[in-house]
Nanobody, 123 residues
Framework: QAALVESGGGLVQAGDSLRLSCVAS???????MGWFRQAPGKEREFVAT????????SYADSVKGRFTVSKSNAKDTMFLQMNNLKPEDAAIYYC?????????????????WGQGTQVTVTS
């Protein structure tokens, strides 16, 4: 069965860094993957996406230059390196997998979701 498990969230000060991981099982990893986040009272928003090969990726404008998405197919893991964190980055971060071809920023196009990992950023 396909499954996604995120880890690496935590409580940090503004300007600190965190590295999130998403481990995929089954056939889930053999697909387009992405990171999304949702803050309390807000809708889920796109953060980053990456192709199966890792050669194609894109970011939300709000995180460009600060976040880096990558993956290790050998380890069935996707990463999100988050540098210079800001209070507005605080949210639950979700890993997602899309079974159709093509990277996408649209959450509704993703078929599988992890349970999320909490990122809290204090000023």
């Amino acid at each position: 069965q396909a499954a996604l498990v995120e880890s690496g969230g935590g409580l940090v000060q503004a300007g600190d860094s965190l590295r999130l991981s998403c481990v995929a099982s089954g056939r889930t990893f053999g697909s387009v993957m992405g990171w999304f986040r949702q803050a309390p009272g807000k809708e889920r928003e796109f953060v980053a996406t990456i192709s199966w090969s890792g050669r194609t990726f894109s970011y939300a404008d709000s995180v460009k230059g600060r976040f880096t998405v990558s993956k290790s197919n050998a380890k069935d893991t996707m990463f999100l390196q988050m540098n210079n964190l800001k209070p507005e980055d605080a949210a639950i971060y979700y890993c997602a997998a899309k079974l159709t071809d093509g990277t996408s920023a649209n959450a509704r196009e993703y078929n599988y979701w992890g349970q999320g990992t909490q990122v809290t950023v204090t000023s």
